[in-house]
């Protein structure tokens, strides 16, 4: 069974400009997570979601930042007017329910390292 | 709110040296608790987890002991291997936001 894919995998772009990232959880995971990893910094969370509840926004640094997920399987996060504190790896994450509650297990993706230049 | 204190690195090992990596948390509750790896050049993932106080996990010949008298979940090995060289991170789950509450990470290198 594939795990969560991300693409891509890097991506340089200039200050200014919008841009996309794509995670694929892995099939039947239905709660998906974003994260940013500075360097030399932690996970920070962006955003959860959650099957068709309405998504956990609350880590998201501003509103330039958003994230949609289509038909609970793909997630797509978009960065607008990219700016070079964003510069960081996003990862992405999946999980699945375990009962009536979600798994604490997390699959990640390998990440995609932005450069905004 | 709920939070996690791992020691900074870089830590500077050579192989076969015994490794200790110090996790401290503060949470209401219950938590859960976990460190995940992060080797070169991969994602992140799951090492070995706890659940309750006193819970023992362990797995590559890592271990960690959940100590709720302490709020620790210090992870340890006894022999370190040149292929453990990377980052590990303690978290918790606490289950009242569906978030994990992450450390910032300690990078570990293993001289041959």
């Known amino acids: 069974g594939a795990g969560v894919s991300q693409s891509p995998s890097n991506k340089v772009t200039e200050k200014g400009k919008d841009v996309e990232l794509r995670c694929d959880p892995i099939s039947g995971h239905t709660a998906l997570y974003w994260y940013r990893q500075s360097l030399g910094q932690g996970l920070e969370f962006l955003i959860y979601f959650q099957g068709n509840s309405a998504p956990d926004k609350s880590g998201l640094p501003s509103d330039r930042f958003s994230a949609e997920r289509t038909g609970g399987s793909v997630s797509t996060l978009t960065i607008q007017r990219t700016q070079q504190e964003d510069s960081a790896v996003y990862l992405c994450?999946?999980?699945?329910?375990?009962?009536?509650?979600?798994?604490?297990?997390?699959?990640f993706g390998p990440g995609t390292r932005l450069t905004v230049t | 709110g709920d939070s996690v204190t791992q020691m900074e690195g870089p830590v500077t090992l050579s192989e076969e040296a015994f490794l200790t990596i110090n996790c401290t948390y503060t949470?209401?509750?219950?938590?859960?608790l976990f460190w995940y790896v992060q080797y070169p050049g991969e994602g992140l993932q799951l090492l070995l987890k706890a659940t309750k106080a006193d819970d023992k996990g362990s797995n590559k010949g890592f271990e960690a002991t959940y100590r709720k008298e302490t709020t620790s979940f210090h992870l340890e090995k006894g022999s370190v291997q040149v292929s453990d060289s990377a980052v590990y991170f303690c978290?918790?789950?606490?289950?009242?936001?569906?978030?994990?509450?992450w450390g910032l990470g300690t990078s570990l290198a293993v001289n041959p």
């Open positions: 978290a918790l789950y606490a289950g009242n936001n569906r978030k994990l509450i």
């Open positions: 994450a999946s999980s699945l329910w375990v009962g009536r509650e979600i798994s604490y297990e997390q699959y």
């Open positions: 949470a209401t509750g219950y938590p859960s």
